[in-house]
């Protein structure tokens, strides 16, 4: 049974920083593609970042040039780095993997102070 497991998040002052990671376990598959998506309250699940296993990344346009999402293969892992942080990246940020299906972790809180 496909796991993945977040860890990283807390509270930070605007302009900090963060390293979220995901490690994944239990998959018999390659994975196609690991990201990292987050959920304000009152609004919609959003995709921040994305990497594909050959190693191309797509971020969304709010967060472009502050984060940045690395993938360690060896170690089943995927990063997200996350700097320059502002009040409305306060979100949970969940680990996605795309096997066969979506798989999600269980989220972790990101708070920024302002």
């Known amino acids: 049974q496909v796991q993945l497991v977040e860890s990283g998040g807390g509270l930070v002052q605007a302009g900090g920083s963060l390293r979220l990671s995901c490690v994944a376990s239990?998959?018999?598959?390659?994975?196609?593609?690991m990201g990292w998506y987050r959920q304000a309250p009152g609004k919609q699940r959003e995709l921040v970042a994305g990497i594909f296993s050959g190693g191309i990344t797509h971020y969304a346009d709010s967060v472009k040039g502050r984060f940045t999402i690395s993938r360690d293969n060896a170690k089943n892992t995927v990063y997200l780095q996350m700097n320059s942080l502002k009040p409305e990246d306060t979100a949970v940020y969940y680990c996605?993997?795309?096997?066969?299906?979506?798989?999600w972790g269980q989220g972790t809180q990101v708070t920024v102070s302002s």
């Open positions: 996605n993997a795309v096997i066969s299906r979506d798989y």
């Open positions: 239990g998959y018999r598959f390659s994975i196609n593609r």
